[in-house]
Every structure is written in C-alpha cells, then in structure tokens.
C-alpha cells in the first residue's frame, strides 16, 4: 500500500514527485514517458529562470532533479483504470496493480488527429506530431504544418531552420499564436500560410508525397515530403470514469488540487486549469502533491 501514486512525469508529474520525495511519502510514478509535452516543445522563453531553453534541455533538467532524489518511476507503463475501491485509490496499468491512499493523475493530453484519408497510413511514414523529436528527418524537405496557433507556429519556426520550405495550413482567416511568433513566421521568405483551409487528404506511396488542401471552393495539391500535424490536444482520462469532468474531459478540480473523489487529485493539463504552460503546470503538480501530503496528515 503506497501513500501516494502519480499518473504521468510531465512538468505536474514530475513536479509533484519532487514535492513527495521532499516530504519523505511511500510513492510511485507510472508513466509512458518522462516529460510529456514538454519534451514536444521547441524554444521555451518563458519558464523563470531560463531565458532560453528547449524542451527537451528542459526535460532533462526534470530527469536529472529527479534522480538527485532517487524517484521510483516504472516508465513505459500506461494506466488503464483508476477507482476508489474499499476506501483505496486502485490503480490498473497494462502491466500490474497497484493499490495507494491517494494518488495525483498528472496524465497531461495528447495530439489531436486530423481524422482525414492518408493519416493513419503515413503515421511515422511523414505523418508526425512532433516537430521536435522529427523535424531532424525533413531537413532540406517541402513540409506542411497544419494548425495555426502557438504549438502549430513553434513547429513551424524550428523547420524553418531547416526545411526547403514550410507551408502552414490553417482554417483560421488569420494566425492565432503569440504576436512574436507570427512576426517571425511571416518575415521568413521559406515561410508561406494557407488561410480558410483544410486538409482533405494526404497522398502517398511508401512514404508522404503530398498532401490536398480545400477551402473556399478551392482545392489545391502541395507536394511535400512530412506533415506535422499541430491541431490542439485531448486529454488523456480515458482510465478514471467515476470523477467529475468538464464538456472537454478535463478533470474539475477546486485550488487544493482536489478532485471530486476523495483522496485522488489532479493537476496540470489534464484539468480544467484555464491556462495550459509548463510553468503552471509545474506549480500545480507541487501544489497536488502539499495537498496529498496535508490529506495523509489528516488520516493518521
């Protein structure tokens, strides 16, 4: 019997697992990877104490804070359920059982899918959702990215140092990213925007070669080699059914950090917490796991 599990090592996870090992708790990370979106993310500007950093510098900064307190973390384990049964916190993944007093779901989300012919097929064959861990791969390529705020526009940015070209593909009549963001994308002569528009298929044989766009009545055929598909996120609580959520199945969550089941809490993008940043995800998992901390405190 733990006294605490937490579901998912990005910045909350993590966060939360520092806090833990500080307050001395019997705890456990499952996760399917160390550092969630923030290992996706190009140029981070805006974490305190970084002027600049990238993601995945920032992700091991994360990996090396937690080593230094010796976290247990089973990585490469996915939860499949989560439920309060006989007054503990039961945690199912695809390889054991768990049982804890409490536990911090900090399962952050997920890329959202076009749904659109070809993207099944070209998955990991030019489809990618991550220009991070792939852009590498297109280097001197035609690519497209298709979205047109501030995740699509850091895509965007980093192929730009190293793609023939990039086309950015939006259904918006204008981008919506930071302000410095689209300043830089539009300067960039590699840089053109494909407003009002939507993809409709992606073409191929063994690899990506193309893909068509539609939008007022147009259709087009962009010949490119990789699509980097950057159309928002979903949240990943397909395992815990019973607690509250809101109509995007976020996990409601009040400012301790609880969720509606007693002794399970919630933080970073996997909650309903309007805005979604390293940085306050960060300062959520620390304040989940006081919160579970506080909790225990009173059991005893």
Known sequence: MYDLIII???????????????????????TKDIGG??????????????????????????EEHMRTYKIPVNEGEEALEVALRGGAVAVRTDKASYEAKTAIIASG?????????????????GVTYCATCDGPLFA?????????????????????KIAKKVH???????????????EKFIANPLASAHYKTAVSE?????????????????????????IFIEIGLTVNTAFIQ???KNERGEIKVNCHNETSLLGIFAAGDVTDVPEKQIIIAAGEGAKAALSAFRYLSRLR
């Open 8 to 30: 998912g090592a990005g910045p909350a996870g993590i966060t939360a697992s520092v806090y833990a090992a500080r307050k001395r708790m019997n705890f456990l990370v499952v």
């Open 37 to 62: 979106q923030t290992a996706w993310s190009g140029d981070i500007e805006n974490y305190t104490g970084y002027q600049f950093i990238s993601g995945p510098e920032l992700t091991a900064k994360f």
């Open 109 to 125: 989300k997920k890329a959202r899918e076009l749904g659109v012919p070809g993207e099944k097929e070209f998955k990991n064959k």
């Open 140 to 160: 001197g390529k035609e690519v497209a990215v298709v979205g047109g705020g501030n995740s699509a526009l850091d895509a965007a940015l980093q192929l730009l």
């Open 168 to 182: 950015l593909i939006t259904n918006a009549d204008r981008l919506t990213g930071d302000a410095i963001m689209q």
């Open 202 to 226: 992606i073409i191929g044989n063994k690899f990506v070669e193309a893909v068509k766009i539609k939008g007022e009545g147009k259709e087009a055929t962009i010949p490119v080699q990789g």
């Open 242 to 244: 019973s607690v509250e």
